[in-house]
């Protein structure tokens, strides 16, 4: 289906950055993605470092994503 979530080596690569860099935007939320545990390895999906390299919001990052969560959680009540 989607690509493959990348770590932080090959998204330095994507984005054509220092992989401090990346580093440092996925702590302050600039590039979105997941960390496993506290220090943990990030995973981040190539579409979102492209995103954040060309300086634009992914997709994720809208605020729509909240009024979606809402309208999903409403429709769970509706349907039970
Ligand atoms: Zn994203």
């Known amino acids: 289906m989607s690509a493959a979530a990348v770590a932080v080596p090959a998204a330095a690569i994507i984005a ?25 390895t990030w995973k981040m999906r190539p579409g979102c470092v492209k995103k954040w390299a060309a300086n634009e919001p992914c997709k994720h990052q809208l605020p729509a994503h909240a009024v979606s969560l809402d309208a999903y959680r409403s429709s769970r009540r509706t349907a039970s």
């Open 16 to 40: 054509g950055c220092h992989p401090e860099t990346v580093r440092r935007a996925l702590r302050s939320g600039e590039l979105h993605g997941k960390q496993r545990g506290k220090g943990g």
